[in-house]
């Protein structure tokens, strides 16, 4: 047999020449290789979701909460008139029932209510019922730490005061989703629904947009939308707001410190050819035994509650309200005893 053919640089020429080695990142292989549209969508949302998990961006809490500072600082929902008495009664650690009473109310007339609350580790039940008959029930369960469903119901002997409404609320990582339907009807296809979605775009700042589509009757509807957008500091929230029908707001919330809290809010309304402003400005001073809140607005309103925590599970409310532009006035005094 005749020795192979070598040449001064070693190797036959008459011989085959192996396949070359791949140079740099190895081929993909076609069964690696995403096969069809589906297999795309699929590794591009694997790749959009690694890059938001590098990016470690917060959560941005809801759409409807992100005024939620500003109006735990405002006296929105504490100033009232005449007077008023809460109790509560803790029957165990899950269940509570509530009594109040109301009267002397320039607003309203004098009323009786009596509450229950259940707070469970992933359920949450309230009721409420009135002497006017009109009955108020919630409920909240959490499939799970992003997922949880909401229901509320009201009834009412006033015709068109009755209510149902149904919210699912999912909370990502960096997001958050909401739904709502108000009095639906799947017969007849009517009800108010509305969809709101509130995204982190980075680590202080957060954008949102809100649907609202309303349709009372089969031939009659209507969409409005709203959008958010959202800046967090370390000690302060500015937020500014832009509504379908013409109406925009800005606020501005700043925890002074652990005690105190300021905040401001503008709401300037364009729709229908007018041009109407408001600026409001409140603020909440914690004490040791009390608690004062105070507002003032441009139309001439001032209001103001304390609440004195006299012993433990017992406070004092006074509130006072007094609006220049029309000339009047309210006060108000309440207790809230807990045993």
């Known amino acids: 047999m005749a020795s192979p053919l070598k040449t001064p640089f070693g ?79 803790v029957l165990t650690p899950n269940f509570q029932v509530t009594h109040s009473f109301a009267m002397g109310s320039a607003a309203a007339p004098s009323s009786y209510n009596f509450g229950t609350a259940f707070i469970g580790q992933q359920s949450f039940l309230s009721g409420n019922l009135d002497t006017d008959g009109n009955v108020q029930a919630r409920s ?38 909401n739904v709502k339907a108000v009095n639906p009807s799947p017969i007849e296809g009517t009800g108010i629904f509305i969809g709101s979605y509130l995204q982190s775009v980075a680590q202080n700042f957060a954008l949102g947009a809100e649907a609202v589509y309303q349709r009372p009757t089969p031939g009659q509807e209507e969409t409005v939308w709203s959008y958010v957008a959202k800046y967090t500091g370390r000690d302060y929230v500015a937020t500014a707001q832009y ?80 609006d220049h532009g029309k000339g009047q006035s309210r006060f108000g005094v309440g207790m809230m005893w807990e045993v």
Not at 61 to 85: I, P, S, W
Not at 290 to 312: M, Y
């Open 243 to 322: 509504q379908g029908f013409g109406a925009l707001q800005a606020s501005y919330y700043l925890r002074y410190s652990d005690k105190v809290d300021f905040a401001t809010e503008v709401q300037i309304l364009t729709a229908g050819g007018r041009r109407d402003a408001v600026a409001t400005v409140g603020g909440k001073f914690e004490f040791r035994r009390s608690t004062f809140r105070g507002q003032v607005d441009t139309t001439g309103k001032v209001s103001a509650v304390l609440e004195e925590k006299i012993v433990p599970g017992f406070s004092f409310l006074i509130s006072g309200e007094m």
């Open 140 to 177: 909240n369960y959490a499939w799970s730490a992003h997922n949880v469903s909401k229901a509320q119901a009201q009834f009412s002997n006033t015709p068109g005061h009755s209510m149902l409404q149904l919210e699912q609320d999912y909370n990502g990582k960096d997001f958050n989703l």
């Open 11 to 89: 190797f036959n020429p008459a011989a085959p020449l192996a396949p070359a080695a791949p140079v740099g990142p190895a081929a993909t292989s076609p069964a690696e290789a995403p096969s069809g549209l589906l297999d795309q969508a699929r590794a591009a949302f694997a790749k959009v979701h690694r890059f938001r998990e590098d990016l470690n961006l917060p959560n941005p809490g809801t759409y409807e909460g992100v005024n939620r500072e500003v109006k735990h600082t405002f006296l929105t929902n504490h100033v009232f008139d005449g007077a008023r008495c809460d109790i509560t009664k």
